[in-house]
Nanobody, 116 residues
Framework: QVQLVESGGGLVQAGGSLRLSCAAS????????MGWYRQAPGKQRELVAA???????NYADSVKGRFTISRDNAKRTVYLQMNSLKPEDTAVYYC??????????WGQGTQVTVSS
């Protein structure tokens, strides 16, 4: 069984920064892609950023230039560096791993709250 454990959420003032981490444990042969999603109250879950095994990245337009996704394959960990945070970034953030050709796993979610 694969588990994803997230950390790094919290409360920050607008303009501040946070770094989220998500580490995988369990039986994984290969990691195909990693991503971060978020869900604000009353809204659908949306992709924030993703990174493939080859290192290609993509970002939601709303976070381009402010957020950076990175990974450490040896640690089976994905990070999301969030700078210049805005109140509209407030949401529960979830990490997602696609492993072994298609199995998908989600983290438990971590709250990010940005005050104005």
């Amino acid at each position: 069984q694969v588990q994803l454990v997230e950390s790094g959420g919290g409360l920050v003032q607008a303009g501040g920064s946070l770094r989220l981490s998500c580490a995988a444990s369990g039986s994984i042969f290969s990691i195909n892609a990693m991503g971060w999603y978020r869900q604000a109250p009353g809204k659908q879950r949306e992709l924030v950023a993703a990174i493939t095994s080859g290192g290609s990245t993509n970002y939601a337009d709303s976070v381009k230039g402010r957020f950076t996704i990175s990974r450490d394959n040896a640690k089976r960990t994905v990070y999301l560096q969030m700078n210049s945070l805005k109140p509209e970034d407030t949401a529960v953030y979830y990490c997602n791993f696609v492993v072994d050709g298609g199995r998908k796993y989600w983290g438990q979610g971590t709250q990010v709250t940005v005050s104005s």
